[in-house]
């Protein structure tokens, strides 16, 4: 059974740089045609996807957030991380990791149980 | 890229049956076949209800159908149940990205 854990500081300042990890238990990363994704929800509102990984390193990322995104992997590890730099208040919310199945098929089987992260000075 | 409409809120009473919309454009919804629903009680993460418009992943129960016709893809709860409240989101590929609907809150009354 594949689990994903997010961790990270839970309160970072405004303008500084959002970092966190997902690592990954129950099954390598690097097996099978599976992408590696963060997805955000502020309190109270919906779903809105970061972007995403595949464990050669290709990315790809939100439009209205691509300019402050980096989502790297380290199969050592068997982790992702999220780096989202210049955060706001505007960022605050519980940041999910998830798993996305790849091949054609694009839907999320597996997510953290997911962490709170506030912008705060 | 906008994000996919779907109700606010929708209600039933124990044992009918409610369906959810969610409309998407050409780029997303109407070009793939690859909107999926998720599940997501208070303080818990979202669960896999539907895949690829309307194939369920096992251990959920046939009471959850999904269908897509043009650009607005449908999530039907039948049968409905009090474990059935919480809030629903559709999810679409649409082309190296992803996007959510606004969610809907399913009231069981």
């Known amino acids: 059974q594949v689990q994903l854990q997010e961790s990270g500081p839970g309160l970072v300042k405004p303008s500084q740089t959002l970092s966190l990890t997902c690592t990954v238990s129950?099954?390598?990363?690097?097996?099978?045609?599976?992408?590696w994704s963060w997805i955000r929800q502020p309190a109270g509102k919906g779903l809105e996807w970061i972007g995403r990984?595949?464990?050669?390193?290709?990315?790809n990322y939100n439009p209205s957030l691509k300019s402050r995104v980096t989502i790297s992997v380290d199969t050592s590890k068997n982790q992702f991380s999220l780096k989202l730099s210049s955060v706001t208040a505007a960022d605050t919310a519980v940041y999910y990791c998830?798993?996305?199945?790849?091949?054609?098929?694009?839907?999320?089987?597996?997510w953290g149980q997911g962490t709170l992260v506030t912008v705060s000075s | 890229q906008s994000a996919l409409t779907q109700p606010a809120s929708v209600s039933g009473s124990p044992g009918q049956s409610i369906t959810i919309s969610c409309t998407g454009t050409?780029?997303?919804?109407?070009?793939?076949?690859?909107v999926s629903w998720y599940q997501q009680h208070p303080g818990k993460a979202p669960k896999l209800m539907i895949y690829?418009?309307?194939k369920r992943p096992s251990g959920v129960s046939n009471r959850f159908s999904g269908s897509k016709s043009g650009n607005t893809a449908s999530l039907t709860i039948s049968g409905l149940q009090a474990e059935d409240e919480a809030d629903y989101y559709c999810?679409?590929?649409?082309?190296?990205?992803?996007?959510f609907g606004g969610g809907t809150k399913l009231t069981v009354l």
């Open positions: 998830a798993r996305e199945r790849g091949s054609g098929r694009r839907f999320f089987d597996y």
């Open positions: 129950g099954g390598s990363i690097s097996s099978g045609s599976y992408y």
């Open positions: 990984i595949y464990t050669s390193g290709s990315t």
């Open positions: 050409s780029s997303d919804v109407g070009s793939y076949n690859l």
């Open positions: 690829e418009g309307s």
């Open positions: 999810c679409s590929y649409a082309g190296s990205i992803v996007v």
